[in-house]
C-alpha cells in the first residue's frame, strides 16, 4: 500500500474477511494513491466493515470502494454510513445484497443528507421497503451529489414510490433511477408521474416487473405530457394492457425527450399495437421500443409496419400467430 503507482486494487473472492479488512482499514488511513478498491465476496462483516470505515474517515484518495456480496449487518452499515459523512470524497458505494433492513436505509439516508460528493448509491437487493425507502427520500431532498440511485427489488409499494416521487419533484441532481422488481402500484406510479412534471434532470427511470396497471400507465403518461428530460422509460411486465397502451400513445404525440420505451409482457395486442403506431406517425424522437411478448398479431404487426413508413424507430416485438 506504499507504492506511489497502484491506483486500483480489486480483491473479489479472497475470503479476506475481517482480519484482512482491518489491515486494508489500517492501510487506509495513511495511503494516499488508491483510488479504486474492490472487495466483492470476501466474508467481510460488521467488524470489517467498522475497521475499514475508521479508514474512510480520515482517507482522502478513494473514490470507488465496492463492498459487493459480503456479510455486513446493521451494525457495519452504521459504521460506513457514518464514516460517509466524514469522508468527502468517496463517490462510488456498492452495497448490493446486504439484507439492508430498514434501520440501515437511515443510516445511509443520514450519510447523504451530509456526504456532498456521493454519486452512484447501490442498494439493489436489500429488502429496505417502505419505511427505507422514505428515509432515502430524505435524504435525496438534502442531497446535491448524488445521480445514479440503485433500488431494484426492496418490496418498495406505494408508499415508498410516494416518498420519493416527492422528492424527485425537488432534486435536482438525480438522473437515474431504477425501481424495478418491487411492488408499486398505480398510486405510487401517480406520484411519480407528478413527480415527472416537475423534475428537470431524471433520464431514466426503470420500473420494470412492478404492477402499476393501465391506471398506472395513464399517470405516468399525464407525467410524459410535460416533461422535457427523460429520456429512458422502462415498464416492461406492469400490465398495463391494451388500454395502458393507449394512455402512452397518447403521450407519445406530445413528447420530444423520450428515446427509449420499453414495454415487454405487457399484453397489449393488436389494439394496443395499433394505438402505439398511430403514435409513432406523429413522434419523430423515440428510436427504441420494445413489444416484444406482447400478443400481437398480424393484424398489429401491420398497424406497425406502416407507421414505420413515416418513422425510423428500432421495434421489437414477437409474432403471435394463432
Known sequence: MRSEIITTLHFVNNQIGDVGAQRLGNALRYNTTLIELGLTSNHIGDVGAQYLAVGL????????????????????????????????????????????????????????????TLTTLNLCDNRIGDVGAQHL???????????????????????????????????KTLTTLYLDHNKIKNVGAEHLGIALQHNKTLTKLDLYNNMIGYV??????????????????????????????????????????????????NHIGDVGAQYLANAL???????????????????????????????TVIVIFSLSIP
Do not use: C, F, M, P
Open 57 to 116: 474517515r480520515v482517507n482522502t484518495t478513494l473514490t470507488i470502494l465496492d463492498l459487493t456480496d459480503n456479510q455486513i449487518g446493521t451494525i457495519g452499515a452504521e459504521h460506513l454510513a457514518n464514516a460517509l459523512q466524514s469522508n468527502t470524497i468517496l463517490t462510488t458505494r456498492g452495497l448490493t445484497k446486504k439484507q439492508i433492513r430498514k434501520i440501515k436505509a437511515q443510516h445511509v439516508a443520514n450519510a447523504l443528507q451530509h456526504n456532498a
Open 137 to 171: 427520500a430524505g435524504g435525496l431532498q438534502a442531497n446535491i451529489k448524488l445521480t445514479t440511485l440503485h433500488l431494484a427489488n426492496n418490496q418498495i409499494g406505494d408508499v415508498g414510490a410516494q416518498r420519493l416521487g416527492n422528492a424527485l419533484r425537488h432534486n
Open 216 to 265: 398506472g400507465a395513464q399517470h405516468l403518461g399525464e407525467g410524459l405530457q410535460n416533461n422535457a428530460t427523460l429520456a429512458t422509460l422502462e415498464l416492461a411486465q406492469n400490465l398495463i394492457g391494451r388500454i395502458g397502451a393507449q394512455y402512452l400513445a397518447n403521450a407519445l404525440q406530445n413528447n420530444k425527450a423520450l428515446i427509449e420505451l420499453g414495454l415487454a409482457s
Open 281 to 311: 406517425q406523429h413522434n419523430t424522437t423515440l428510436t427504441t421500443l420494445d413489444l416484444s411478448s406482447n400478443q400481437i398479431g398480424n393484424v398489429g404487426a401491420q398497424h406497425l409496419a406502416n407507421a414505420l413508413q413515416y418513422n
